[in-house]
T-cell receptor, first 112, second 109 residues
Framework: DADVTQTPRNRITKTGKRIMLECSQT?????MYWYRQDPGLGLRLIYY???????NKGEISDGYSVSRQAQAKFSLSLESAIPNQTALYFC???????????FGPGTRLTVL | SQQGEEDPQALSIQEGENATMNCSYK?????LQWYRQNSGRGLVHLIL?????REKHSGRLRVTLDTSKKSSSLLITASRAADTASYFC?????????FGPGTRLSVLP
């Protein structure tokens, strides 16, 4: 089984809808991250969490919120989706600052 | 502007040739990492080089780091069609990583 899983893998939704993307990990890592990837822009950090009680905004947090339900689970929500949130979303984990990050397979989100 | 930027943006070579891609960054780092991404999939960690290291090898990969020039290079030797992917460098900025826009490598059979 994959160490980092994301659900759903693909989602098409309409403008104004609330969407939740879920991430689970079996690595036992405290640190979890949400990134979005747009063509030609690399990955940009949306939110990160260093433990269940620690949530931090990243570079592009506007329009997004997160919930760290447990050490193994980190969810990303779009409260009211808009078309420019159409992107590939990745969850990642790491054990210590500066160490290797382990990525999930991604969620392709399309907002019409 | 980005902390890490790869160069070139795209590279096309024949199978068996070597591929070199570069990464430049702006601030001091503790380490620099290279990742590979196959089309539409998650990133996979390739190699980590620490600021006190100058060169590191892993299989067909060779990474160099020049902290005086704030640059790193990734060399893939004897490339294969399966090496076709995007390659990203990541540098630590504060408590997180910043990824460059990537180099898209195409290895033609």
């Amino acid at each position: 089984d994959a160490d980092v899983t994301q659900t759903p893998r693909n989602r098409i939704t309409k403008t104004g809808k609330r969407i939740m993307l879920e991430c689970s990990q079996t690595k036992g890592h405290d640190r979890m991250y949400w990134y979005r990837q747009d063509p030609g822009l690399g990955l940009r950090l949306i939110y990160y969490s260093f433990d269940v009680k620690d949530i931090n905004k990243g570079e592009i947090s506007d329009g997004y919120s997160v919930s760290r339900q447990a050490q193994a689970k980190f969810s990303l929500s779009l409260e009211s989706a808009i078309p420019n949130q159409t992107a590939l979303y990745f969850c990642a984990t790491s054990d210590f600052i500066g160490n290797e990050q382990f990525f999930g397979p991604g969620t392709r989100l399309t907002v019409l | 502007s980005q902390q890490g930027e790869e160069d070139p943006q795209a590279l096309s070579i024949q199978e068996g040739e070597n591929a070199t891609m570069n990464c430049s960054y702006k601030t001091s780092i503790n380490n620099l990492q290279w990742y590979r991404q196959n089309s539409g999939r998650g990133l996979v960690h390739l190699i980590l080089i620490r600021s006190n290291e100058r060169e590191k090898h892993s299989g067909r990969l060779r990474v160099t780091l020049d902290t005086s020039k704030k640059s790193s290079s990734l060399l893939i030797t004897a490339s294969r069609a399966a090496d076709t992917a995007s390659y990203f460098c990541a540098t630590a900025l504060g408590q997180n990583f910043v990824f460059g826009p990537g180099t898209r490598l195409s290895v033609l059979p």
